[in-house]
């Protein structure tokens, strides 16, 4: 069925680096949602993006959807320890009314 | 305010026991409720969805079984566990009009 996919499956990054993590989907999305679990937590909701090539910021964190709604991306400036997590992109299968489908998610690890 | 219950946190049941987890959600009516599940290092899988009460949509054939008694409750069971069972469990809820999912806290279920 749909899926999209995440990549990388892991990412060691020294305190201060930047941070990006891909999603791509060989179907066009109707919306990309991404969220984030903390080690030993659960998801929590960041962002929903819409419309094509949309562009969305919160404090050090970019959030884009690519032009042809297939592909997304969340990058993250200057990465702390508190940024250390599970970050995940998730899709609505069916159309925007649809059920909630999680890619695999990529494992952030920070080192001081 | 809007919550989400989640319980038991963690539990360890034997190959062939009966399961019940349970979900409330407090704060609203008539939410969109959903059972994700979580193998260890991987992404999240959908199980169980509902719209109402008494109606359950299964994604997945499984070991597992989901009833709505109420409108705000939502159950998880099984009659018989399996080793693959075993996961961190999910329930989750979204608002009507609203994007994202919430989630409870979880329950780490190991099968012994």
């Known amino acids: 069925?749909?899926?999209?996919?995440?990549?990388?499956?892991?990412?060691?990054?020294?305190?201060?680096?930047?941070?990006?993590?891909?999603?791509?989907s060989s179907t066009t999305l109707s919306n990309i949602q991404w969220y984030k679990q903390r080690p030993g937590g659960h998801p929590v909701f960041l962002i929903q993006l819409v419309k094509s090539g949309e562009v969305k910021k919160q404090k050090r964190l970019t959030f884009q959807f690519g032009e042809a709604k297939k592909n997304s991306s969340l990058h993250i400036t200057a990465t702390q320890t508190t940024d250390v997590g599970t970050y995940f992109c998730a899709f609505h299968y069916g159309g925007s009314q649809g059920n909630l489908i999680f890619g695999k998610g990529t494992k952030l690890s920070v080192k001081p | 305010?809007?919550?989400?219950?989640?319980?038991?946190?963690?539990?360890?049941?034997?190959?062939?026991?009966?399961?019940?987890?349970?979900?409330?959600?407090?704060?609203?009516?008539?939410?969109?409720?959903?059972?994700?599940?979580?193998?260890?290092?991987?992404?999240?899988?959908?199980?169980?969805?509902?719209?109402?009460?008494?109606?359950?949509?299964?994604?997945?054939?499984?070991?597992?079984?989901?009833?709505?008694?109420?409108?705000?409750?939502?159950?998880?069971?099984?009659?018989?566990?399996?080793?693959?069972?075993?996961?961190?469990?999910?329930?989750?809820?979204?608002?009507?009009?609203?994007?994202?999912?919430?989630?409870g806290s979880g329950t780490r279920l190991t099968v012994v």
């Not at chain 2, 409330?24 to 992404?43: F, H, I, K």
């Not at chain 2, 008694?69 to 009507?96: E, M, N, T, V």
């Open chain 1, 1 to 24: 069925g749909q899926q999209v996919m995440q990549i990388p499956q892991y990412q060691h990054v020294q305190e201060g680096e930047d941070f990006t993590t891909y999603c791509n």
């Open chain 2, 1 to 103: 305010s809007q919550t989400i219950h989640q319980w038991p946190a963690t539990l360890v049941q034997p190959v062939g026991s009966p399961l019940s987890l349970e979900c409330t959600v407090e704060g609203t009516s008539n939410p969109n409720l959903y059972w994700y599940r979580q193998a260890a290092g991987r992404g999240l899988q959908l199980l169980f969805y509902s719209v109402g009460i008494g109606q359950i949509s299964s994604e997945v054939p499984q070991n597992l079984s989901a009833s709505r008694p109420q409108d705000r409750q939502f159950i998880l069971s099984s009659k018989k566990l399996l080793l693959s069972d075993s996961g961190f469990y999910l329930c989750a809820w979204k608002a009507q009009g609203y994007y994202g999912y919430t989630f």
